[in-house]
């Protein structure tokens, strides 16, 4: 299958500082790219979706201020935590495909830490 | 929107026997169905998915069914091994409006295969 990357594997800031998460798809062109947080023993939440060049449609509940997406390229799409809390603290994962070919591949996710 | 149901929630077997994962949808008009797996501390890897064309897949080892009428599909893995301990997530992908392409998950399965 393809592979989605994701830098950094993991992360550490102090409270009120700003974090950015890329997801690149290596050897695939991505129209759509997903994000998702995972909490502990829990399963995956959608935050938003991201098409390339477009702004990215954020779920219900989720802030679009706070969780900020680019999606520069085919290749690349960055999430941005502005401002991070101790309570942003999650798994953040990405996804990457075409959607109209059920392709979605997953990234090996973010290990975000807020102190 | 899409609401998928998944059980049980934690499921223990001895190496060689099978293992069986059920999972519900809400929206009939979802046409996708994948079943990911994901090791601890990584993201999810895609082992088997079917479309609503289809009534059963395999793969070696691993099977899904589908039933479109009661709206439920279910993952069997058999003669188990100590290496398919993880957690199991089914998803059931969006067709149409706003939600098109978004992938709604299960709560996940904790398998746990004992030598």
């Known amino acids: ?40 023993k829990q399963s995956l939440m959608l935050m938003a979706t991201s098409n390339e060049g477009s702004k990215a449609t954020y779920e219900q509940g989720v802030e679009k201020d706070k969780f900020l997406i680019n999606h520069a390229s085919l290749t690349l799409s960055t999430l941005t935590v502005t401002s991070a809390h101790p309570e942003d603290s999650s798994f953040y994962i990405c996804s990457a495909g075409r959607v109209a070919y059920n392709e979605q591949f997953f990234g090996p996710g973010t290990r975000l830490t807020v102190l | 929107g899409e609401n998928v149901e998944q059980h049980p929630s934690t499921l223990s077997v001895q190496e060689g026997d099978s293992a069986v994962i059920k999972c519900t949808y809400s929206d009939s008009a979802s046409n996708y169905f994948p079943w990911y797996k994901q090791e601890l501390g990584k993201g999810p890897q895609l082992i088997i998915d079917i479309r609503s064309n289809v009534g059963e897949k395999k793969d070696q080892r691993i099977a899904v069914t589908l039933n479109k009428t009661a709206k439920h599909f279910s993952l069997h893995i058999t003669e188990t091994q100590p290496e398919d301990s993880a957690v199991y997530f089914c998803a059931a992908k969006a067709t149409g409006g706003t939600s098109y392409g978004k992938l709604t998950f299960g709560q996940g399965t904790i398998l746990t295969v004992h030598p």
Do not use: N
């Open chain 1, 1 to 40: 299958g393809a592979v989605v990357s994701q830098h950094p594997s993991r992360v550490i800031c102090k409270s009120g500082t700003s974090v950015k998460i890329e997801c690149r798809s290596l050897d695939f062109q991505a129209t759509t790219m997903f994000w998702y947080r995972q909490f502990p």
